[in-house]
């Protein structure tokens, strides 16, 4: 792998980049019964997450349903390669994962047993046959197919299997052996598994929320419900509940990065800015985004620490135009008595947002050359954190960067 330009003087510490965009697409299921759709649905999450913890670039769940509302194509349809390309080239994506699946409800315990590799017969909710193939859009090729046979208690190993042969194919020069591919993957119980993805599923938070938290209690290793549990808890704005489930989510999880820096925030909100600081900290180091130097230098500002002014800069550095930038290093050149600078920085938050009251304060206040007064409500801790956490972009950007030197 090349490496960045030079004009990029920080560390690069992340997983390697496969460049073209990927979309996973629900696995179709063949068996009759519509209940089981959920399965398509988890084994192309699982897809994703392997692929994203390696660095790829993929298309998130989102989008994909919105190309699929905008196409009128149902989620769960079974689609033909015409169809799979046109929804690829909707999102720009450059290679596509499907597949289709069939469980065979009425396999012998004998069967069920062949199936997972067995000798002794095991009583089985029947026997799991996944193919899923890639193809590639921009040569218009399509690669081999993959094959993942088991008993239906055995769908995380399944889907473990399923997903190394893919990162195998898509990054034959960085993928790990697969016994080291499984030990890095914590099994799970299917029932978490389905009660999770009906929680990706459900269309209110109340429903979310009752599936994730089954999830979760049914098997506690299992990250992905305790990350979409912490973001629920982080819209209503109960910090300590947010903090204390992200806190479960797994260093090897692909949300690990976001849940870190939603922790930081609610830590930070919490009042607990040592907690934020170690937070923000670590994934700076791997991750040197804006909105990540912002909220770390808000804790260190929190703490007297003086470095804060710096990491303050280097947000501002990388967005010039961003208001909440653009004011904390204003209230940083303000309580330094740097006031000059401050009142340019004032002055460049009101032209974004004319009705915002502490720039307009402080504006005032720098005018007069009036610093910070000790107890005064309307002047002490100000600093402002970013909530966004945009580590696609960041990914994107050094996709576009890796690409021009090919």
């Keep these: 792998m090349r490496r960045l330009p030079a004009l990029f003087l920080f560390p690069l510490i992340v997983p390697p980049l496969y460049a073209e965009t990927l979309l996973v697409l629900p696995f179709f299921n063949r068996t009759p019964q519509n209940n089981l759709d959920w399965i398509g649905e988890s084994i192309a999450e699982n897809i994703r997450d392997t692929l994203s913890a390696e660095g790829a670039l993929l298309v998130s769940r989102e989008d994909r349903q919105e190309a699929y509302r905008r196409l009128a194509t149902r989620p769960y349809s079974l689609l033909t390669k015409a169809s799979v390309i046109k929804v690829a080239e909707v999102l720009d994506a450059g290679q596509v994962i499907f597949g289709q699946f069939e469980l065979q409800p009425d396999a012998s315990p004998a069967e069920a047993a062949a199936a997972a590799g067995n000798e ?26 993959f094959l993942a046979l088991g008993a239906m208690e055995d769908l995380a190993a399944l889907q473990t299997h399923l997903s190394w042969q ?62 979409q549990l912490g973001k629920i808890h982080w819209e209503k704005k109960d910090y300590r509940a947010t903090a204390e489930w992200l806190d479960r989510v797994s260093p090897a999880d692909s949300s690990y990065r976001e849940a870190t820096f939603l922790r930081g925030a609610a830590r930070y909100y919490l009042g607990d800015y040592v907690a934020a600081q170690s937070a923000f900290e670590s994934i700076v180091k791997e991750v040197p985004l804006n909105e990540v130097y912002n909220n ?54 009101l032209q974004r947002d004319p009705d915002d009251q502490q720039a307009t304060t402080l504006l005032g206040r ?41």
């Design 120 to 145: 002794t017969p095991v009583k089985s909710r029947g026997v799991l046959r996944i193919t899923a193939q890639i193809l590639d859009l921009k040569r218009i090729r399509s690669g081999p197919e």
């Design 166 to 227: 893919t990162l195998r194919f898509l990054m034959p020069k960085t993928s790990p052996s697969e016994e080291e591919f499984r030990k890095r993957r914590v099994p799970v119980r299917v029932d978490a598994m389905e009660y999770y993805i009906r929680g990706l599923l459900a269309v209110n938070e109340q429903q979310q929320h009752h599936f994730f938290t089954q999830a979760a209690r049914l098997d506690p290793r299992y990250s992905p419900p305790c990350f």
């Design 296 to 349: 770390l230098a808000a804790a260190q500002s929190r703490r007297g620490f003086p470095e804060a002014l710096e990491n303050f800069k280097r947000a501002l550095e990388g967005d010039g135009n961003d208001p909440v930038y653009l004011f904390n290093l204003g209230y940083m050149s303000w309580m330094k008595g740097d006031f000059d600078a401050a009142a340019d920085r004032f002055r460049a938050v």
């Design 366 to 406: 720098s005018l007069q050359k009036a610093g910070p007064r000790a107890g005064d409500p309307k002047t002490e801790g100000l600093e402002r954190l970013k909530h966004e956490f945009n580590i696609s972009a960041f990914l994107q950007l050094r996709s576009i960067l890796e690409g021009g030197k090919k």
